[in-house]
């Protein structure tokens, strides 16, 4: 038996294959024109939703992360300060912060959430000098941490964006 | 450099030969189509339609082959956008083909097929459905393989490349298919 001519019609023809050929030749497809219908409502691209879910998925965890990290910090430092109304050095967020040296005045009239609503610039020409230093440190290094939560998010999201984009390309590639 | 459509289409010799040609070209014909070009997916079903016959041909009466090609193609032109990898599209309509045919037998069971011996009138015409006939008594693999290659004429690059089975697999099928059915016409012509 001639496989060549078999597989794709090469070599020496196979008479039987041949004869085979002509005689189911005749079962063969008959073109005919495909009739779609005009109300058939063509088929659309699937919106691959899934970079931007993605993205909103990571600013939303990156927002949240931040959002309990500060008010873990905050709260922890805000039970003791209440508790002796002493200017403790152990603040590392910014809002908090301006509020002790107004501890002093205010700690007998108003309750502890109240001292937390003045915004932070109204209050820092009021600190003393070595609680800024140290509260300019930590509040740095909260920063820090922030930022680098951020920047990481940001890797993230520009991967996502990159592997999108290459993805695209090859496709165009591969279309030519 | 990739080839058109249009020159896949007008020399069906050329893309036996070039098989990665034909499938830039279905992407850009299954995109064309997503993109609302209709006439794109004329071209795919001039392209794939001797590859659904073929595929029906092994399975189902004859009769019923051509009105299958259609609905099968109407279906794959709506659910066109569920096709994840565009250059699949060989291998997303042949399934598509195959589960139409076990669902004719599954809703057309009570209903008596008339068989193809009785409309059939031209000596040459029935000794093809005799042959036929024995081909769908082969294994699964084996027919269809047999009869893309013998009645549609694919070669075995295209059957693979269309199907989207392995060349090896193919090249097999096509070999055991036809031992078979040497043994079995030869067992015809002994009767």
């Known amino acids: ?176 | 450099m990739y080839a058109t459509a249009d020159m896949l289409l007008t020399s069906p010799e050329a893309h036996a030969a070039e098989q990665p040609q034909e499938t830039a070209v279905e992407v850009v014909l299954v995109r064309a189509v997503l993109d609302g070009d209709r006439d794109g997916f004329a071209r795919l079903y001039d392209l794939y339609a001797p590859l659904v016959h073929g595929i029906l041909l092994a399975r189902v009466p004859r009769a019923e082959v051509d009105d299958l090609v259609q609905d099968i193609f109407l279906h794959a032109f709506r659910k066109l956008h569920t096709l994840r990898d565009e250059s699949a599209f060989g291998p997303w309509i042949a399934m598509i083909a195959r589960n139409r045919a076990v669902d004719f037998y599954r809703r057309s069971r009570e209903t008596v097929e008339i068989s193809d011996e009785v409309r059939g009138s031209d000596t040459h015409d029935s000794r093809a459905r005799e042959i036929l006939e024995l081909i769908r008594s082969l294994p699964e693999a084996y027919r269809e393989t047999l009869i893309l290659r013998l009645v549609e004429g694919m070669t075995g690059p295209e059957i693979a490349a269309r199907t989207g089975l392995t060349a090896a697999s193919v090249r097999v099928n096509l070999h055991r298919g036809m031992k078979m059915l040497r043994e079995r016409l030869g067992f015809m012509e002994g009767l």
């Open chain 1, 1 to 176: 038996m001639n496989d060549d001519y078999l597989w794709d019609k090469t070599g020496e023809p196979d008479p039987e294959i041949q004869n085979l050929e002509e005689i189911l030749g005749a079962l063969r497809y008959q073109p005919k024109p495909l009739d779609i219908p005009q109300e058939l409502p063509a088929p659309r691209h699937r919106r691959n939703h899934f970079p931007v879910l993605a993205i909103a998925a990571s600013v939303l965890l990156a927002l949240i992360a931040a959002g309990v990290w500060l008010r873990v910090r905050t709260q922890g430092e805000s039970q003791p300060q209440h508790a002796s109304a002493a200017p403790a050095p152990v603040v590392e967020e910014k809002a908090p912060d301006p509020v002790k040296p107004a501890n002093k005045e205010l700690a007998t009239n108003e309750p502890a959430k109240k001292r937390d609503l003045p915004p932070l610039s109204r209050h820092t020409k009021h600190r003393s000098p070595t609680l800024a230093r140290h509260e300019r440190e930590e509040a740095l290094a909260a920063k820090e941490q922030v930022m680098l939560a951020l920047r990481l998010t940001s890797e993230k999201l520009s991967m996502v964006h990159k592997k999108t984009q290459s993805n695209q390309i090859k496709n165009q590639h591969r279309v030519g």
